[in-house]
């Protein structure tokens, strides 16, 4: 009796333990953490995700509401508790870290063929970490000047275009020209200084980090990384065709000025474009222009949504089937018009959704092309050196409390120790 008894006792367990395939417990659940905001990019992911529950009888998923303001630590709390998300949306230049912590699978071999062909390689560089692919690049967005139309019809000045830019010295001479009687010609949003600064700098050749034969990075200020931070400081301390007072403002912070004529022009995400639809008072003229071009034309850095998957998740092919779903061409577009952003896939930027003289959706795709990735894109300790260096060092530069030699010094002297600590 002893033995039959433990018998259907190991029995018990062995029914226990068994699954892990999802066959007898019923369909995989796979966990969504997105971080769309807008009530259009929400719906539209929400809309995919129970398309996808509607057709897939064996693996489900959960759609999780994640915030971009708590993204970086709530994921590494989630990762190191062994509660991440299976699936998860952030931006490329968050990825390093969790790349190289060994959070993130490898989607080298998992992914789609289709998928790997459409989006093209300077996109894939963006989440590539060594050997391994951490991410999938779907929406980005380039930097823009929106400006007041009506103002500058009004001013005879030449109103730039993708084939025919203003260069950064044009830019600097046509904002001292828009500006005077308490009018600036630009307000420039630099709350968060440094990616703006860094990303608009590839145009003029700027580069800022330099990695050796040894694969170790530093930090070198040169020529080309000048010519983005002096026109902003000139034009606010010595044009004074800046306003000052937005230098410590973020991008929606600008627009009632904006609105109400203080600013010919604001350099904004393309992306902006929803919040000045919704916002623009009655008969506000508007428009996209590009952002100046230097030696490296209208060259700008971009740093990519991103989706990955948890190492930890006991379901990666599927999870990597969902994402394959979700940016399929037409999917791809329904995001990208949620998120006023542009695909990074081939096929869905030639869309002709895209490219309407509506909402000036036609000059943000002939910038596409000129996108490249960040500088500091695979950077380790960028974060650090942003936050405890370039941050405050930019800050300090732009409103006249120190001078160009001091910039360069902190940016190098003190950033290449910050580097230096996360590279031995």
Known sequence: MRAR???????????????????????????FQSLAWQEESVRANKELVREWNATHEHVKVEYVQGSWSAVHDQLLTSFEGGEAPDIIHDASDDLADFAHGGYLADLTGLLPARLEED?????????????????????????????????????GVRIPTPGHPW????????????????????????????????????????????????????????????????????????????????????????????????????????????????????????????????ADGLAQGVSPQTLSVAEDSPHKKEAVAFVDFLLRPKNMVRLALGDWMLPTGTRALADPALHTAKDDWATGTALAAHLRPAPAQSVRGYAEW???????????????????????????????????????
């Open 167 to 294: 260069s950064w010295t044009e830019f600097r001479r046509i904002t001292e020209r828009l500006s005077g009687g308490g009018r600036y010609g630009v307000a420039w949003p630099l709350k968060e200084p440094v990616s703006a600064t860094l990303n608009l700098s590839l145009s003029a050749g700027g580069r800022m980090f330099h990695r050796g034969a040894d694969g170790k990075v530093t930090v070198r200020f040169e020529a080309g990384d000048e010519v983005v931070p002096r026109t902003i400081h000139d034009q606010a301390g010595i044009d004074r065709s800046a306003s000052p007072t937005t230098l410590g403002s973020g991008g929606s912070d600008t627009l009632p000025g904006f609105f109400g004529g203080r600013y010919a022009m604001v350099p904004l995400g393309f992306s902006y474009r929803q919040q000045i639809v919704q916002q623009a008072p009655e008969g506000f003229d508007w428009q996209v222009l590009p952002a100046p071009a230097g």
């Open 386 to 424: 942003k936050d405890k260096v370039a941050t405050p060092a930019f800050q300090e530069y732009y409103s006249g409390a120190i001078g160009l030699g001091e910039l360069r010094e902190r940016l190098e002297k003190d950033g290449n120790l910050v580097l230096a600590r996360y590279q031995r």
């Open 119 to 155: 989006i093209p390689r300077r996109s894939w560089e963006t989440t590539t970490f060594g050997d391994g692919v951490y991410g999938v690049p779907f929406l980005q967005e380039p930097r823009v000047l929106v400006a007041n139309a009506t103002w500058l019809r009004r001013s």
């Open 5 to 31: 008894a433990m018998a259907v006792v190991v029995l018990l367990l062995l029914a226990g333990c068994s699954g892990g395939g999802g066959g007898d417990e019923g369909p995989v659940t796979l966990r």
